[in-house]
């Protein structure tokens, strides 16, 4: 008898097509989830700026509470997502806040929180250490602040608006010192979120901590 004839191998043969047939349907599914999930956190990032009452705007410093959320919680998902709600948070403060110095600082999101979003897939495990998840928020926030005050200081010394040395100076260090606490506290909103959500619902790093977890768990045992 031939092996194709056997019941046996057309058993095991039917039983991988239909592993594989589910595997691409969760995969088509999550790619759905991730698309939905982007929009919302591309709305909530356009949404914040416009209607959060807690905004402190001085000059080309603006500090709205929760306005990184969108795309920090965006980073526990995927550097795409993360890239695509960075221009959506953008285009938020374009149209809420009339001052180009505050739109540069919100483009600035897209290259830090993207690379944040590589550095967690590649170490998922940090959602749950609370250490080296706050290192990470640190280092986070110097590279947010830093490119943030880089900018601002570039848009005023190439001569696109004017301002005296001591006042930009001034401002300068509003936008670094000030960015980074926001920065700080704005990922810890979003990761608390995060934390939070996973529990109803697969959020792709803190599921891929979860398994790295318990994979330590088995081999403790073993």
Known sequence: MRNHDCPTVRFFKARVYKEKETQMTQTKKAKVRNLIIAAMLTALGILIPMMMPVKLIIGPASFTLAAHVPVMAAMFFSPLMTAF????????????????TIWLRALMHLPVMTVGAYVLKKHPEFVHQKVKIQIFNFILGIFHAGLETLVVYAFY???FANIEQGALLNFLLLIALGGLVHSMIDFN???GLGNVLSKAFPIDIFDKAKNLVNKKKVKAEI
């Open 85 to 100: 709600v960075a221009l959506g948070t953008t285009l938020g403060f374009m149209i809420s806040i009339p001052v180009p």
């Open 157 to 159: 010394s190439l001569g």
């Open 189 to 191: 909103l979003a990761l």
